[in-house]
Nanobody
Framework: QVQLVESGGGLVQAGGSLSLSCAAS???????????MGWYRQVPGKQRELVAS???????????SYADSVKGRFTISRDAAKNTVYLQMNSLKPEDTAVYYC????????WGQGTQVTVSS
């Protein structure tokens, strides 16, 4: 079983920045193959939305995709030595307010506990 622990959410004014972290209890450089990792977000009454992800192609982890609504503002990255994936969020807007969930496909999907991000206008 893999545990994912998120941190970094909070309250910020529009135009501000936040950085989210998601630390995994399993080593990224272990023999278990990671298919993908990334971040979703969800607001009450709506489906969970994929925000950003990094996918594996062969032996290479490549920066994958971003939702159109966050392109140019959010950046996903990873630190294999720390078993951690990050989401840097800049130029935040009130519509970015949501609970953010990290995930790893290892290859089974594991989820973080979620962290609230609130952007005030």
């Amino acid at each position: 079983q893999v545990q994912l622990v998120e941190s970094g959410g909070g309250l910020v004014q529009a135009g501000g920045s936040l950085s989210l972290s998601c630390a995994a209890s399993r080593s990224m450089i272990s023999g278990f193959s990671i298919k993908a990792m990334g971040w979703y977000r969800q607001v009450p009454g709506k489906q969970r939305e994929l925000v950003a992800s990094i996918a594996r192609y062969g032996s290479t982890m490549l920066a994958d995709s971003y939702a159109d609504s966050v392109k140019g503002r959010f950046t996903i990255s990873r630190d294999a030595a720390k078993n951690t994936v990050y989401l840097q969020m800049n130029s935040l807007k009130p519509e970015d307010t949501a609970v953010y969930y990290c995930y790893f496909d290892w290859p089974q999907r594991y989820w973080g506990q979620g962290t609230q991000v609130t952007v005030s206008s």
